[in-house]
């Protein structure tokens, strides 16, 4: 009886590893559904993808050059807040460097009437001429503190018109600023949502493409001037380089077998028929 019961398990374990194994992972899934597309759908596949991305470079240009002016707009005013920073430590360095020429004035007085007392009471010519010496030390170290306090005055409303001007300019920049970003949100709001189910789709459809395929539609549009990696014949020409197309090649792109491109351009080449579709 254990014995049956024992063979029982096994056949049950070795049922469910049978089972287990013959389960595709979600990797194995994708790519069998990969190799199952036909050719013809695999090209309607990028079509379509080219289609939305087109879409969605066209929602990009009607932003424009909105979006990097506002950037740049919001760069300048850091750096006006930058400059106006740095304008003011400066102005601080500037009265603390006068704050200690001031005190060297205020010393040098003191020595002078000092040296002036010890005039009185010398007992030599030698002491006379030190002090004297002293004396005119001091004096012209009152001068140079002077002029230094002078010059540093003007330096501080030098920089004060300045940190004044730049004022003017950050404020002018602040509504420049807030005028880029309403007309770039209202223009934004207008597309949005469109945008928002485009790249939603796009996403798809890219899950649908195998990743060869993807690759070198990315690296073609990443190339084309204008974006188009995937174009149909029109009137017997490539619909991207607008180079003649044999009769021959014409009908291998309408039987759409294979992945055709343009000898000319490299773009994928795809029936017109397609954008009918």
């Known amino acids: 009886?254990?014995?049956?019961?024992?063979?029982?398990?096994?056949?049950?374990?070795s049922a469910k590893k049978v089972t287990e194994k013959s389960k595709p992972t979600k990797s194995e899934t994708k790519k069998n559904m990969l190799s199952d597309l036909s050719s013809v759908n695999k090209l309607r596949l990028l079509y379509e993808l080219q289609i939305i991305d087109s879409s969605i470079d066209n929602i990009k240009t009607i932003r424009g050059e909105l979006p990097l002016e506002v950037q740049d707009l919001e760069d300048e005013i850091v750096g006006f807040d930058t400059r106006i920073k740095n304008l003011v430590?400066?102005?601080?360095?500037?009265?603390s460097s006068v704050a200690q020429r001031k005190n060297g004035v205020e010393k040098a007085k003191n020595l002078i009437k000092k040296y002036e007392e010890q005039q009185?009471?010398?007992?030599?010519?030698?002491?006379?001429d030190s002090l004297s010496k002293e004396l005119e030390f001091q004096g012209l170290e009152i001068e140079l503190n002077e002029k230094i306090i002078k010059e540093c005055?003007?330096?501080?409303?030098d920089k004060k018109r300045e940190i004044e001007a730049t004022k003017a300019m950050l404020a002018d920049k602040k509504v420049a600023l807030e005028e880029k970003k309403r007309e770039l949100n209202e223009i934004?709001?207008?597309t949005a949502t469109d945008e928002k189910e485009l790249i939603v789709r796009a996403d798809e459809i890219k899950d649908l493409i195998e990743s060869r395929l993807l690759t070198a539609y990315n690296k073609i549009r990443h190339n084309a001037r204008n974006g188009l990696a995937v174009v149909t014949v029109k009137r017997d020409a490539c619909g991207g380089c607008f180079n003649k197309i044999p009769p021959q090649r014409q009908l291998d792109i309408k039987l759409s077998k294979k992945v055709i491109v343009c000898e000319y351009c490299g773009r994928i080449l795809v029936d017109a028929d397609f954008a009918n579709e």
């Open 120 to 128: 009185k009471n010398v007992r030599n010519n030698r002491e006379f």
């Open 89 to 95: 430590q400066e102005i601080k360095e500037i009265d």
């Open 188 to 190: 934004t709001s207008e």
């Open 153 to 157: 005055g003007i330096k501080i409303k």
């Open 1 to 13: 009886m254990a014995k049956k019961t024992e063979a029982k398990k096994v056949e049950k374990t």
